[in-house]
């Protein structure tokens, strides 16, 4: 049988893996499970894994290349994320290390949390309920609707495309940035983005965390939106340059901004931007809800059912050329020809 560890602790487990993943993947081989508080560190994972085929990895630990040099065992990762920048897949391919990630499932729950955050922002819900439950009574003032409010969006990916779809159900206007898509919808506009920012109420930046986009949202990005638009940040804290944002919202440049992410640990929001008045945070949890996380859990559950059967799975990342399920598949031969003969 094959040996899995799973790196997820017991918090993450409950949240983002569930007992229904767990006990398919305990089906195809002895699990491993990490009962610290908190991810491994490279060490921890060196320790926990050394004796292990596969990795089915959270999102938080690192696996840079010191960690994949010394697992001479180890087959593959399975990232249960989309995003695998932290793992070293260089590194793994070198040591014939599969890599693989989940499949993009969180698109409806973090479109929902961004309506969710415009609602919010539009109608200053979160001051009102903080003025009532701090024992006051709140001044009315005037909202907005999102019917008459335009949005924009950077990045037109799985969660953009969901996004704009809800938008137009409650009548918005909506803009779309991104150099690398083609917009089908006569409804949307596809512009610049100093076009889009410039005509925006709302300003959801959803493109992915690359060289091109690091610190896409600065401070020129910033003076071009409008004094009275919001800015939203569900994609990674890599795109927005904190300091300027800061700056934007000290200084009236922009009306405020709803953050899931930042640069804090697990791409959580920044203390400073979080604390701010004109700021709406939560804690990376757009893409928290049951449909979400089972669907990235069961995708990791489906790669290993894939690679101990020596296929390859979807969402692998680097070559079968330098893949060492092939010799984990004969092992797993040898062992049931062993059990057979038994």
């Keep these: 049988m094959p040996t899995i560890y799973l790196t997820h602790d017991p918090q993450a487990h409950a949240l983002y893996f569930g007992d229904a993943a767990l006990s398919r993947l305990q089906r195809l081989g002895t699990v491993l499970?990490?009962?610290g508080d908190g991810e491994p560190s490279p060490e921890q994972l060196v320790e926990s894994a050394q004796d292990c085929d596969i990795i089915v990895a959270f999102r938080i630990p690192a696996i840079?290349?010191?960690?994949?040099?010394?697992l001479?065992?180890?087959?593959?990762?399975?990232?249960?994320?989309?995003?695998?920048?932290?793992?070293?897949v260089a590194a793994a391919s070198r040591n014939g290390i599969l890599v693989t990630q989940a499949t993009p499932g969180f698109g409806p729950s973090v479109a929902e949390w961004v309506i969710g955050a415009m609602l919010a922002l539009a109608?200053?819900?979160?001051?009102?309920?903080?003025s009532y439950h701090q024992?006051?009574?709140?001044?009315?003032?005037?909202?907005?609707?999102l019917g008459h409010s335009t949005l924009g969006i950077i990045?037109?990916?799985?969660?953009?495309?969901?996004?704009?779809?809800?938008?137009?159900?409650?009548?918005?206007?909506?803009?779309?940035?991104?150099?690398?898509?083609?917009?089908q919808n006569e409804a949307i506009a596809q512009l610049n983005l100093d076009a889009l920012l410039d005509r925006s109420?709302?300003?959801?930046?959803?493109?992915?965390?690359?060289?091109?986009?690091?610190g896409l949202m600065g401070k020129s990005a910033f003076h071009a939106m409008r004094r009275t638009a919001f800015f939203i940040n569900a994609s990674r804290g890599e795109l927005v340059d904190e300091a300027?944002?800061?700056?934007?919202?000290?200084?009236?440049?922009?009306?405020?901004?709803?953050?899931?992410?930042?640069?804090s640990a697990d791409q959580r929001p920044s203390p400073a931007l979080a604390m701010h008045p004109r700021v709406i945070a939560t804690p990376h949890i757009g893409g928290l809800t049951p449909p979400a996380a089972t669907h990235q859990a069961m995708d990791a559950v489906r790669q290993v059912e894939a690679i101990l059967a020596g296929r390859m799975p979807r969402g692998a990342l680097n070559s079968a050329d330098a893949w060492r399920t092939e010799r984990l598949h004969r092992g797993l031969g040898r062992d049931k020809e062993s059990s057979d003969a038994s």
């Design 123 to 130: 109608r200053g819900l979160c001051d009102y309920n903080a």
């Design 72 to 88: 001479p065992r180890l087959a593959a990762v399975c990232r249960v994320a989309v995003d695998v920048r932290n793992i070293d």
């Design 64 to 70: 840079p290349a010191q960690v994949l040099d010394r």
């Design 33 to 35: 499970r990490n009962s």
């Design 201 to 214: 109420d709302f300003v959801a930046c959803l493109a992915p965390a690359t060289p091109e986009t690091q």
């Design 244 to 263: 300027a944002l800061l700056h934007a919202l000290d200084n009236g440049t922009i009306a405020g901004a709803a953050l899931d992410v930042g640069m």
């Design 135 to 145: 024992g006051g009574e709140p001044v009315a003032a005037m909202g907005r609707e």
């Design 155 to 183: 990045g037109y990916g799985t969660i953009g495309q969901y996004l704009s779809r809800l938008a137009l159900a409650f009548g918005m206007k909506v803009l779309v940035h991104d150099p690398y898509a083609s917009v």
